[in-house]
């Protein structure tokens, strides 16, 4: 046999090799179901303080079926419904999300994540305290995914988290996460926040340094609002003087299992 013959059978086998492997189907997904618990320094959500500057433990759960379909909850201990008082009576030291959607792919790059959100303040009373409702809020929400860019909105169907007539509130928000390799990620965001028919709109930003070592996550976050230059101070009756919108560093400490 000659060189040529040879040369073209090999060439003919690794392509034979080449077709098997690209034939062979993708494993099938599987259905999983994680936890997480942890402690940050302060609680922050969408640049707002919610535990008055202080630290807040927090936990969930999170079931994401095969189908694309996934169901979850998540608690944080808080302080912005009893400061919101100026009496101090108002009840409601914890905030409990329960959330559940579907995720999906429309192409190799592109996917997308709908559903809903429910905010839920245990016996919370925040209807006592003039000028404002009950803190339980419900959000339908939908985001888009470009490689590692994501944009996602959500929107109020009622009461925006106590502010009256503030159905239909908006908030919408970009993020981009740089994987940097061995756990370590960093995650720029901004966020712009719409209360319908109250003062309170603002925008948000925030740089997150994240360091995953085997479900042990070490968090970073640079953090603000332009919630002062736009409206004043964010202080509550409860707080004192501290401005709640300001810049921050957060930091985290989260164990995943």
């Known amino acids: 046999m000659t060189f040529q013959k040879v040369l073209l059978a090999s060439m003919a086998a690794v392509a034979l090799v080449g077709v098997a492997k690209a034939e062979e189907p993708a494993p099938a997904a599987e259905s999983t179901l994680s936890f997480n618990l942890g402690v940050v320094s302060e609680y922050r959500y969408r640049g707002i303080a919610q535990s008055a500057k202080k630290p807040a433990l927090q936990g969930g759960f999170d079931y994401a079926d095969k189908s694309g379909a996934y169901i979850g909850s998540w608690a944080s ?21 329960v959330y559940g ?32 409702v009950n803190a339980n809020t419900f959000e339908i929400y939908g985001a888009l995914s470009y490689g590692a860019l994501t944009a996602k909105l959500s929107n ?25 390799g061995d756990g370590l990620t960093v995650v720029p965001h901004v966020g712009d926040q719409y ?4 003062p309170a709109s603002y925008s948000d930003y925030s740089i997150a340094v994240n360091k995953d070592m085997d479900g042990t ?41």
Do not use: C, M
């Not at 201990?77 to 999300?97: F, M, R, Y």
């Not at 169907?157 to 502010?163: E, K, P, V, Y």
């Not at 209360?195 to 109250?198: I, K, P, T, W, Y």
């Open 217 to 257: 996550v070490l968090s970073a976050t640079v953090l603000g609002t332009n919630y002062k230059s736009r409206h004043g101070d964010y202080v509550l009756p409860g707080s004192g003087t501290k401005e709640l919108s300001g810049s921050a560093l957060v930091l985290g400490l989260k164990k995943n299992f």
């Open 101 to 132: 959607g579907y995720k999906g792919a429309l192409s190799d790059d592109l996917a997308f994540d709908v559903g809903g959100l429910q905010y839920w303040y245990a016996s919370n009373n925040l209807a006592t305290v003039p000028g404002l």
């Open 156 to 180: 109020s169907t009622g009461n925006l988290f106590g502010a009256p007539n503030s159905k239909n509130s908006r908030y919408f928000d970009l993020s981009y996460t740089f994987d940097l």
């Open 195 to 198: 209360v319908a028919n109250n």
């Open 77 to 97: 201990s808080i302080n912005w419904i009893k400061d919101s008082d100026p009496k101090g009576a108002a009840k409601g030291p914890v905030e409990i999300d």
